[in-house]
């Protein structure tokens, strides 16, 4: 009878019905009492339904009865930090360990625990040995950073004897150790393992040559943060004083402070699109600040109904918290104003009849970026026949899509009645982005597409200094590209994200447009070269219009909507990044029957 209770639980666990699953291992364990694993899979469930202290007494009475079994002590630290139990768990961990020695996150768990016992030097050594398992393993470069950072007497003294040799062997680990860390922006942390391999090996040259670099680099970085601090304290009603400062401090993930100051930048101007500045977002999220701010933006947004923008950033901070249909709710509260407002402005000052339903895209503009895609997006929104989203760039079927259809329908306007506007929307990151086509084909299969491609070239250098307008880009050129190249080199199908970088990548044409023309005929994806369209926009936007079947629609000015400001790059780079793209080039022109002459 006992199986039947116990396999009863593993049905019921596996189907998420977790309240019977606990009522069906209790009826194990009482027809039989010295069964460990009933004991062990109760302590499952009650982890999922996030019952710390139930969980714990059933992992302790099934390592008593088994105390062969790893995962039980594992489970049972589990349970035991999130009880805040931390020299408990710690020695949970380590009795896993003893039995499995091979699973990383046996030793960042203990990791954890160590840290919170402000136990530095065994923190530290349970952290690298996680990284000798798995370097890939989630937030673990930034936890030994942290502890890395906690330590302020002599590293010899620190490190446990033995517990850390370098050896001509294991020397190039410890050096790429240090490398991630300094690449991951945590200067502080890698400038204190550097200084850490010196104790152990002061003779070695290469560890005083990139220790040496990492201080100049902390030498750079403490003088952006004066000047950012100096600007706060001469403009303290300056948002982007703010918005600046919390971008420098994150950089080096000070994130308590990065987020005081990006709430303060938002509390300063809230009439601002922050719904667009996705690295305020991120910091926010790790804080666990979201209440807050969509609790600022509530209130707001009650004081100045008519707003925009703060309707906006509500949505943002509802949308991360996952409460999309609230998100979607401030949505369409400004697109029928928006709509409202445009409409009227085009349609001869009479009021109109809007309906419930949306309008869905009948055209997007799917990339490139820094191809001009803001510019033409703004010249086709004047024209009369086409209304606008809420956003420009949705970034849906890219890095949005599991926020639901209803979620990216949201933005678009609703249909006036009697009307035929058209709509669209303009996401550059689609372009080259690996399952946008398919996502949008699914969707929309008979939606035209148009595509702006640049001199690769002019491209990445603009794309750069791009982000580091903003702030999101903190590295050389140089470095940006060479860091590239070789995540390139060891991963040739590197998939294209939203982090800063990919400039190289991202200028590889023939590899997207290859994507899109498997899934849409030719005839409904319009290819311009940028170059001609920052020459003769006029002429551009009517060939867009001729594509569209909308009439023509002529303009009084065509100005460059999102210019771009910054210093030339070495030549000998230039002719780099050109002979790097050529064959790219030469196979884009082949594929496509056209010339594009990019030197």
Known sequence: MDNEYHNLGNVLQESGKFDEAVIAYQNAIV?????????????????????????????????ELNPNFSWSYHNLGDALLKLKQWEEAAAAYRCEIALKSDFAWSFCNLGDALTKLEQWNEAINAYLKAILIDRDLPGIYEKLGYVL??????????????NLQITPENREFYLDLGRSLARDDRLESAIKFYELLLTLEPSCEIYSVELEALLKQKKKFDRTLALCLDAVAQQPDDCWSYYNLGVV??????????????????EINPDLSWWFYYNLWEVLVKQDKLDEVASFYRSVAEAQPAAFWPYLNLGEALTRQGKIEEAICCYQTVSYQQTLGIIVSKNTGKMPVLQNTVKIPNFIIIGSQRCGTTSLYTYLAQHPQILTPIKKEMDFFSWHFHRGIDWYLAH?????????????????????????????????????????????????????????????????????????????????????????????????????????????????????????????????????????????????????ANPGYYQQVNQSVRHWLSDY???????????????????
């Open 249 to 266: 401090l994150s950089s080096q993930n000070k994130w308590e402070e990065a987020t005081v100051a990006f709430f303060k930048a938002m």
């Open 581 to 599: 793209f050529k064959p790219y080039n030469l196979e884009l022109e082949e594929y496509l029957g056209r010339k594009f002459d990019w030197e």
């Open 412 to 560: 678009f306007p609703p249909i006036p009645q009697g009307e035929n506007f058209f709509t669209f929307e303009a996401s550059p990151s689609y372009f080259d982005y690996r399952e946008a086509p398919e996502r949008l084909y699914s969707a929309f299969p008979q939606v035209k597409l148009i595509v702006l491609l640049r001199n690769p070239v002019d491209r990445a250098i603009s794309h750069f200094y791009r982000l580091s307008s903003l702030n999101w880009e903190h590295r050389s050129f140089d470095r940006a590209i060479s860091d590239e190249v070789e995540r390139l080199n060891q991963n040739p199908e590197y998939i294209i994200g939203g982090e800063p970088g990919n400039y190289l990548a991202r200028g590889r044409y023939v590899e997207f447009i290859e994507n899109w023309l498997a899934l849409f005929p030719r005839k409904q994806l319009l290819i311009l070269k940028s170059e001609d369209f920052y020459a003769g926009a006029a002429e551009t936007v009517q060939q867009v219009l001729e594509f569209l079947d909308l009439p023509d629609y002529q303009l009084s000015e065509y100005q460059n």
């Open 149 to 162: 950072r906690q330590i302020e007497s002599e590293f010899k003294q620190v490190i446990l004897p033995g």
């Open 31 to 63: 027809q039989n009492p010295n069964f460990s694993w009933s004991y062990h899979s109760l302590g499952d469930v009650l982890l999922k339904l996030e019952q710390w202290e139930e969980a714990a007494v059933a992992y302790r009475k099934a390592v």
